[in-house]
């Protein structure tokens, strides 16, 4: 598709995307699903994917590896540096036996999770965190792992070229607190409509929005890869946005959240979980092709292995901010949060990214 060209592989050196990245993922409840990993894929030159020597110094985990638990929902394309760090060995670098634990619950669900210790980390969508985590769970944000996923989609007949069309029009989505309305809600504020008031929002089931539109109930709709990408191979839909529009393009949609209580008392661990994290990141980012293959299992059947590498090239792996950059982001979404009245107006967003995020490689 022409949007993989545009967005998708990249063909920055190493220098230049270790640059970007720097510069600019529980156990689970009833119902969840473990996934034990595959054979573990020798001949890796680990050497090649440390998120920088500085990081990748710290002193190694001795004894037995230390077992953790990882939350994470399978389906979503955009989390495949997981298996790849399974398959690849990259947990097994940091002297880490982790499991991956599919969860399907709600966020507040998963972040409670986390926090009582019932699981060590997990991976999610920024704008889906961020309000739960104003609540005060004890939740650390330790690093971002990509951008890109999220799409609005119509027919091509539909008359919606892009996204200040959607003023005065009916939109589909699967969730009216999802991570996607939020986003494209800042973005319409940005351009001076007012989301609450000049969008018809409609909840539909996610795997039946493009229906929506097709009724007519709907002229738009949003949805996140693998769905949005695979409906996007029909000639009759077209993309009108996505998160990797203008700023947004550098900045991570997805982030690396740690149980407080791990990062208090055993720091070396967190550390090494989101070193592991970020190097499988940046190894998906340089070799999308075997990210794929990793992935694969747990793709939806009607995914190819090329529209998955294709998926996989679109979403920025290389870009996964830690640190001052991480806090500068996780501030940035804040305030645009509050832009559209998800967040609380008195809420201090400075104070709130410095209480969540935390600065693994600082220790």
Known sequence: MNNDNK????????????QAGLAAAFAAPL????????????????????????????????????????????????????PVAIEHGFFQKQNLDVELVNYSGSTDQLLEAIATGKSDAGLGMALR?????????????????????????????SGVAKLADLKGKIVAVGDLAGPDKNFFSIQLAKLGIDPNKDVDWRAYPGNLLNVAVEKGEVQAFLSSDPLAYL??????????????????????????????????????????????????????????????????????????????????????????????VLKRELKSYADDLKSVQVFKQGTDTAKFAERIYVDVFAV
């Open 7 to 18: 967005r998708g592989g990249s063909s920055l050196d190493r220098r230049h995307l270790l």
């Open 231 to 324: 409906w996007l191979k029909d000639t009759q839909y077209k993309e009108v946005a996505s998160n990797l529009d203008g700023e947004y393009r550098d900045k991570s949609c997805c982030i690396v959240g740690l149980r407080g209580s791990l990062v208090r008392e055993e720091p070396q661990v967190a550390r090494a979980i989101t070193q592991a994290l970020l190097d499988a990141a940046m190894f998906t980012s340089q070799n999308p092709t075997v990210a794929a293959k990793s992935f694969q299992p747990y793709a939806p059947k009607a995914a190819t292995l090329a529209d998955i590498e294709g998926m996989v090239r679109y979403h920025t792996h290389h870009h996964h901010p830690v640190g001052e």
């Open 31 to 82: 119902g969840a699903q473990a996934f034990a990993p595959r054979g573990i894929a020798l001949g890796v030159d680990f050497s090649e994917f440390p998120l920088c020597r500085t990081a990748a110094d710290g002193p190694a985990l001795t004894g037995a590896p230390r077992k953790l638990k990882l939350s994470w929902n399978a389906g979503a394309v955009c989390l495949a540096p997981l």
């Open 129 to 157: 965190w961020l309000k739960p985590l104003e609540q005060g769970f004890d939740v650390k944000i330790a690093a971002g792992t990509h951008g890109g996923c999220m799409r609005v989609l119509t027919r091509t007949d």
